[in-house]
């Protein structure tokens, strides 16, 4: 088979010392491995920026989907309100989530090019006093924009609601210190800035707020408080926990701790992302945000006007020489998008941004 690296935001391209820890089948009931969760559960509050016992961390089969469905479902209870705010396909999936679950909601939607605005969103709190629960994405992945949560988590903490954020694709790549933001639930994936492989989620919450949910879940499998109580005795998963997944998760944790963390993650990231932005400026590709709300995940992309080509050819072409790139997602407009992380350095843009140039050149001649 031939290999390729991944320009997508997750899953994303791992090390090989991350996917070889997954030649071993762990068996789940041991002490090592109930202590490996423990571990990652730990550190996982750490990168947080939160301690025991204000806040907990929980793991949750399945992908990130699974764990914002978890709290959505668990935390807001029967006679609760949630106001969803959305810019981008993440957050209308949030309220797809509050449709099948029923949950009593408003939606707050802008444009895919646009941050929620918190005085906006204070207006909102403002006029329904009967909204409990606030929900937003922080890296909207569907453009690539970088929201500003700080800000709202503030307007939300001054109304007296809970704030939930989906960090999926920002957790681990962008500092987030989730107390001081007042975040109540954090949730993100074991395959995003992390970079492990695809799996579980984990929800970083406050812990008063989780043991207020006790039997409201809507959902066996998915049920929050009764995964984190379970794991809370001895790091002992509910259901079948993905094993191998765990492994290389844990194994991504201790790589990220000898990158240097967030701090040297975020700043290779940010380079990437700067690199790649400036290199495919030059080739003519204009990008679909506004640079001051553009983050360092991942970069939509209009096509040039000079040239007509769909996106198969293009991605074809450049996964036949070793990249793979992401269809556009954005409703607004024809675009594509190129992620910058995982297991991506500056030599990558750069080979990246030569194989665009010499697809281009081929279409022009
Ligand atoms: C990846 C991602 C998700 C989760 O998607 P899954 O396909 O369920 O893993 C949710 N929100 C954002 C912003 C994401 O980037």
């Not at 978890?70 to 509050?98: P, Q, W």
């Not at 049920?223 to 379970?230: A, E, F, I, M, S």
């Not at 790589?255 to 963390?261: H, K, S, T, V």
Request: glycine share 8%; aromatic share 10%.
């Amino acid at each position: 088979m031939k290999s390729y690296k991944l320009l997508t935001p997750g899953p994303l391209t791992t090390t090989d010392s991350v996917k070889e820890k997954m030649l071993f089948d762990h068996c789940t009931w041991d002490e090592d491995y109930k202590q490996i969760t423990q571990q990652i559960r730990r550190k996982l509050l750490k990168l947080a920026h939160v301690q025991e016992p204000e806040y907990t961390a929980v793991l949750m089969q399945g992908s990130g989907t699974f764990g914002v469905e978890s709290v959505f479902t668990s935390v807001v209870g029967k006679d609760d309100r949630l106001l969803i705010a959305a810019n981008g396909a993440y957050g209308l999936r949030m309220e797809s989530i509050a449709q099948h679950a029923g949950l009593s909601y408003l939606l707050y939607a802008k444009k895919d090019c646009e941050q929620p605005d918190a005085s906006e969103i204070a207006e909102i709190l403002a006029e329904n006093p009967d909204i409990t629960h606030v929900s937003m994405v922080h890296s909207e992945t569907t453009s690539g924009i970088l929201n500003d949560i700080r800000s709202v988590g503030e307007v939300v903490k001054r109304a007296g609601c809970t704030f939930i954020v989906d960090a999926m694709s920002s957790f681990g790549g962008v500092d987030i210190p989730t107390k001081e933001w007042g975040i109540d639930f954090m949730i993100s994936s074991a395959n995003k800035c992390i970079q492990g492989v695809p799996g579980f989620s984990f929800v970083i919450a406050k812990r008063r707020l989780l043991e207020e949910s006790a039997g409201k879940a809507r959902s066996l499998s998915l049920d929050l408080y009764d995964q984190w109580k379970t794991m809370e005795k001895d790091g002992k998963w509910r259901f079948t926990s993905p094993t191998h997944v765990v492994l290389a998760f844990s194994q991504a944790l201790k790589e990220m701790e000898q990158e240097g963390g967030i701090e040297a993650r975020g700043k290779r990231y940010a380079q990437n992302n700067r690199l790649l932005i400036r290199k495919m400026k030059e080739l003519g590709f204009r990008p679909y945000l506004e640079e001051a709300v553009q983050g360092p995940i991942i970069t939509t992309f209009y096509y040039p006007d000079d040239c007509d080509f769909s996106f198969d050819e293009m991605y074809h072409y450049i996964k036949d020489r070793g990249y793979v790139l992401y269809p556009g997602k954005t409703v607004e407009a024809e675009t594509f998008r190129v992620g910058n992380i995982g297991e991506i350095y500056s030599e990558d843009i750069e080979k990246v941004a030569g194989i665009m140039k010499e697809f281009l050149e081929e279409r022009r001649r």
